[in-house]
Every structure is written in C-alpha cells, then in structure tokens.
T-cell receptor, first 113, second 112 residues
Framework: GAVVSQHPSRVICKSGTSVKIECRSL??????MFWYRQFPKQSLMLMAT?????????EQGVEKDKFLINHASLTLSTLTVTSAHPEDSSFYIC?????????FGQGTRLTVV | KQEVTQIPAALSVPEGENLVLNCSFT??????LQWFRQDPGKGLTSLLL?????REQTSGRLNASLDKSSGRSTLYIAASQPGDSATYLC???????????FGAGTQVVVTP
C-alpha cells in the first residue's frame, strides 16, 4: 500500500513554544490530507482538512490560529502547534488518500511541559 | 450528523476463540468503511477496506461485512492469537478524498 510518513514521532516542548509536525506522502500525490487528534483512551477526532495550495478547513471548535496548517506541495502538509500549552499534549496523526483508500502516518506524540 | 459506535468497548478472550467486533453508523450515505488496528502509543494499521457497493472483504483470518441499509459493519477475527491484542477502530468514509469519522474503538485482549 501507499506510504505516509510523519515526523517527528515524539516531541517534548516547553510551554509557550511552537512545534511543527510534517506529513509526507512518499509514493503518491495528495491534494488533500487530514489531521486528527487523539486524547488518551479516546478515538481519533478530525481537526482539519489540509488542501494543497489553499487554506485549510477546520472542524468546529478547532482554533485555526493555534493549529496552523500549510499544504505547500502535493506531498507535504505541516501542522504547527503555536504557543503550546500542556492541554495541547496529545497524539496527532495525519492521513492522505489515494483514489480508494486512506493511509495514515505513524503519529506524533506531543508532550508540552 | 454521522455517529459511529463500536460495541463492545473492551473484550477479553482466550487464545483460539473467534472475535466479533461490531460497528454501527447512523447515516447510510457512506463512501466506504475501514477497519484499523492500533497498538498502544502507535499509529494506525489498515486491516480491511469495504467500498459502499461491497458487502464484505476478507484477508487471512479477518473478515469484515457491511450492511449499509442497517448501518452496520462487523469484523470477524478467526482463531484469535495473543498478537491480535490491540484496539480495533472502525471508520466511516464520507467521500473519495479520505475524510473519516472514527468510532471509539474496541480494546481486545487475547490471553494465552
């Protein structure tokens, strides 16, 4: 199947700093990618839809100024958590789709201290 | 609004038993349905994908059925093994772009 690579897999940052997470589709082009968030023992919740060459579409309740999404090319989307706080600590995971199936990155465990 | 529910939330079986995991959704206008496996602290592994026009998919010991009219999908895992212990997530696809809505998952423990 297709491969989606997410980096870093784990990051610890200080409160108030920003963290960038990269999501790459390695062997296919993706005009649309998705960012999900997962709190401990909960399911994945869609945060936003990342659109190549245009603004991201955010789900209700997700702060667009805190979670900046850039989809600069057909193979790369980035999520930047700005001015991170401990409550932003979570598991973030991206996905990209071929014509038929969604493939997921390995996820990023963010811990804000 | 689409809601995806998975029952049971947790399941513990002895090795060798068959597993039956259920997923229900409220809006039958789905594009596809995927079953994933998630190990603790890890990402998602896609197990089976069923297009909306299909009734079931099989891969090895895994079989997933889809009944759109009743809003249900069932994942069967035959002859369970301790290595099958994980959380299994059901996700409903809205469109061809890959937007998914997930259920809360079923946590499975297979004891030796």
């Amino acid at each position: 199947g297709a491969v989606v690579s997410q980096h870093p897999s784990r990051v610890i940052c200080k409160s108030g700093t920003s963290v960038k997470i990269e999501c790459r589709s390695l062997d296919f082009q993706a005009t649309t990618m998705f960012w999900y968030r997962q709190f401990p023992k909960q399911s994945l919740m869609l945060m936003a839809t990342s659109n190549e060459g245009s603004k991201a579409t955010y789900e209700q309740g997700v702060e667009k100024d805190k979670f900046l999404i850039n989809h600069a090319s057909l193979t790369l989307s980035t999520l930047t958590v700005t001015s991170a706080h401990p409550e932003d600590s979570s598991f973030y995971i991206c996905s990209a789709s071929t014509e038929t199936e969604a493939f997921f990155g390995q996820g990023t465990r963010l811990t804000v201290v | 609004k689409q809601e995806v529910t998975q029952i049971p939330a947790a399941l513990s079986v002895p090795e060798g038993e068959n597993l039956v995991l259920n997923c229900s959704f409220t809006d039958s206008a789905i594009y596809n349905l995927q079953w994933f496996r998630q190990d603790p602290g890890k990402g998602l592994t896609s197990l089976l994908l069923i297009q909306s026009s299909q009734r079931e998919q099989t891969s090895g010991r895994l079989n997933a059925s889809l009944d759109k009219s009743s809003g249900r999908s069932t994942l069967y895992i035959a002859a369970s093994q301790p290595g099958d212990s994980a959380t299994y997530l059901c996700a409903v696809g809205f469109d061809s772009w890959g937007k998914l809505q997930f259920g809360a998952g079923t946590q499975v423990v297979v004891t030796p």
